[in-house]
């Protein structure tokens, strides 16, 4: 009888241990759509959303700024990578940031590389159609790969 209990306390302990170790596989999964109609202020909404945009491994915090409109986010990355690559990470992670938190006006993508701050209006007059009406992420990266292929577009809109 003992042996039987110590067996199934052996087993039920490794599969909790093993159930831990893919808790941030499951994170990875979700649909960052979810977070649609965020707001600048919810800093659980934006961190989550944060975490699941490329380069979120360089990610060293961010800052919500909320005192007085318009409001914005800051991103603070200790990118080492490549400035093309940067580049690309900052469009593909603006747009989604301004098509899931409504109120947010302007984003600061601080890193040693580059310091760049997009607005929602220079953004959507880059692309010349509306983005953030999109109804999913493969139609939101469509228009992403659509323009950011562009060397001088990219220039453009990263000053």
């Given at each position: ?75 603070n990355y200790d990118w080492i ?79």
């Open positions: 009888m003992r042996k039987v209990i110590a067996f199934l306390y052996i087993s039920l302990s490794v599969v909790f241990l093993l159930s831990g170790c893919n808790s941030n596989d499951a994170n990875a999964n979700e649909n960052i759509l979810e977070f649609k109609d965020s707001f600048v202020g919810d800093n659980s909404a934006v961190g989550n959303i944060a975490n699941q945009l490329p380069g979120s491994e360089h990610l060293n915090g961010f800052e919500l700024k909320t005192n007085e409109e318009p409001y914005g986010i800051i991103l990578g490549s400035k093309q690559e940067y580049r690309e990470t900052v469009i593909y992670n603006a747009t989604f940031l301004f098509t899931l938190v409504q109120n947010v006006e302007w984003i600061t993508f601080n890193s040693v590389i580059s310091e760049s701050t997009i607005t929602k209006d220079n953004l959507q007059e880059w692309y010349g159609k509306e983005f953030s009406y999109a109804q999913n992420e493969d139609e939101l990266r469509e228009i992403i790969l659509e323009f950011s292929e562009d060397e001088n577009k990219v220039k453009q809109l990263l000053k």
